[in-house]
């Protein structure tokens, strides 16, 4: 090999090094720009930062975690200087969190139950964190914050229903009504604080995922949800966390109400899911037609009777393992 060869092909790789340089400053440019416009977007217009760690989970796995990190605190810095501290603040401790675990498990190839779970528990501290900081820094309080738009929203209502003349009974039922809603909703914040994070890291885990077949970038798939299915030793835990209950019933150590509500709320939507993952095997089995399907989906808004029947076929399933899924693990 001449002299001009070596140099021409050490001229080549530096050109390849350079050029996937540019590439990888281009994309977290880019990137940068998108999270920007998505937390301009979720402030203003629509909800759209539920999908706020996509970008950093695309870049990190496209490129590295650091180039996918610096996109995160640039994008936050730039947002607190259009938005104001607050957003920034609150970018900072909700969703750059999550943004980044995420980010980093993926691009490392770590399963996706392990990855979920993760940026589950991170957003739970990161929504803490939130409730926390609004007390110290604004004197806001989470509850009294939440009470106030409860309490907007019956208002306006209220002036509707008295604008058509309705009977006074009316109101008067409205406004019970509306009272044990917010309670009850009070009470059980936070089950619904941890449904919230695992519904949005499972959501940007899957998002993620079709994105990254296009991109022709590889995360590992979720397994197939007809196959979904809780720990084996879940009987166990949940027989652990009854007794718990009943330890702490004659104790003022947690409120005991609040605490049997939260519970009762977590295992119904747990046992939801396992529900709906049998709906779907199903559904699979005996090849459905997608009318029937769609069908099906309707009726759990619509028809309440639904959502107990599926409630009680993942209790069924858990007990009596209809999709043999256990024996195929023992095998």
Do not use: W
């Amino acid at each position: 090999m001449t002299k001009n060869q070596i140099t021409g092909d050490n001229n080549g790789v530096i050109h390849n090094m350079n050029r996937k340089k540019t590439n990888r400053l281009t994309d977290g440019a880019l990137i940068t720009g998108i999270m920007v416009i998505f937390s301009l977007i979720g402030t203003f217009v629509l909800p759209i930062d539920i999908i706020y760690p996509l970008p950093a989970i695309i870049l990190a796995k496209r490129h590295d975690f650091k180039i996918s990190l610096m996109a995160i605190i640039s994008a936050i810095a730039i947002t607190t200087m259009i938005i104001g501290v607050q957003a920034g603040l609150y970018y900072i401790c909700l969703y750059a969190p999550i943004s980044s675990v995420m980010a980093f498990l993926i691009s490392k190839d770590k399963k996706p139950s392990f990855v979920i779970s993760a940026g589950t528990i991170t957003f739970i501290l990161s929504f803490i964190l939130i409730i926390f900081l609004m007390q110290l820094i604004m004197g806001v309080s989470f509850t009294e914050q939440m009470e106030g738009v409860f309490k907007e929203t019956f208002g306006l209502q209220e002036s509707i229903i008295s604008k058509f003349g309705s009977i006074q009974g009316d109101t008067e039922l409205l406004k019970e009504t509306y009272n044990t809603l917010i309670e009850t909703i009070f009470n059980i914040i936070p089950a619904m604080i941890i449904i919230s994070s695992l519904a949005l890291s499972a959501l940007n885990y899957l998002i993620s995922y079709k994105f990254s077949r296009r991109l022709k970038i590889d995360i590992k798939p979720l397994e197939d949800f007809s196959k979904f299915s809780l720990p084996d030793n879940f009987s166990i835990g949940m027989l652990i966390i009854i007794v718990c209950m009943l330890l702490l019933r004659n104790t003022n150590f947690v409120n005991y109400d609040i605490l049997y509500i939260n519970m009762v709320y977590l295992l119904s939507m747990v046992f939801f899911i396992q529900g709906l993952a049998l709906v779907r095997f199903l559904f699979i089995k005996y090849k459905v037609s997608k009318g029937i399907k769609i069908l099906v989906v309707i009726s759990f808004f619509l028809i309440p009777i639904v959502f107990t029947i599926i409630i009680f076929m993942g209790v069924a399933e858990i007990l009596f393992d209809f999709r043999k899924l256990r024996r195929r693990k023992i095998k």
